[in-house]
């Protein structure tokens, strides 16, 4: 019994970071595009982005 909620608890957990690792790739790549219209580094912004999450994205708002 227990050996069936573990991989039900690391299915989910799997999930969790599958989703948020996308979420993170998604915002780097919009920050990238923009960065790259807006002339300012897009490769260093993107990659705040996807090191920092939510936080490099609040630190490219701010500085845009």
């Known amino acids: 019994m227990t050996d069936d909620r573990t991989r039900q608890y690391a299915r989910r957990l799997a999930r969790l ?8 790739v998604a915002l780097a790549w ?9 002339d300012v580094s897009g490769p260093r912004w993107a990659a ?14 701010r500085r845009r």
Do not use: E, N
């Open 30 to 38: 919009l920050v990238y595009r923009d960065a790259v219209d807006r």
């Open 48 to 61: 705040f982005t996807l090191i920092g999450g939510l936080f490099g994205l609040a630190g490219y708002l």
């Open 17 to 24: 970071a599958g989703g948020t690792a996308v979420v993170h």
